[in-house]
């Protein structure tokens, strides 16, 4: 096999390899944002009502802040919301990313935890662990992928918890 032969079909193949892990995040993003739709529809029959926890206004500013903090360390442009990382993408390390590999994701849990709270319990956090596992199977393929794309990942995953700091 001549050397052209070999790129071509290293070409194809990696270009074959990208469209299997956007199709795969796609479904899981897909999933994501079903799960994110059902929450709120369950949870606003108690909205209507005025049946607001505390704790569930708690967990909603909680996502909000952490939101809010993880843009300020990292910009539109340099994450994805599928799991494959973008090809000039920069490994954020500051901010929440000191303490966690995907504060984007537990912002997330957070806001869906506290539209769990004033849903139906079986119902609500049902759909929330259905949400978690989608998230963690989504970290679980973007690490996979971030240490392909960012020869310091490995590095900065052994420093850093998933979800929670000094727990997951």
Sequence with gaps: MSSEDLCIRTRTMSLFLIHKRNRIGTLLVALQLGLMLVLPALAAPAIVQGKVPISAILLAISSMVLFVWTLVHNRLGNFNIRPTPK??????????????????????????????????????????????????????????????????????????????????
Excluded: C, N, Q
């Design 87 to 168: 090809s000039w993408g920069v490994l954020i390390t500051t901010g929440p990313y000191r303490l966690i590999r995907h504060p984007m994701y537990t912002s997330v849990m957070l806001g869906a935890a506290s539209l769990a709270l004033m849903a139906d319990p079986l119902l609500g956090w049902s759909a929330w662990t259905a949400l978690a596992l989608v998230l963690l199977v989504k970290s679980i393929l973007e690490e996979r992928w971030l240490r392909e794309a960012h020869p310091g990942y490995s590095s900065y995953s052994r420093d850093t918890k998933r979800f929670l700091p000094w727990v997951f």
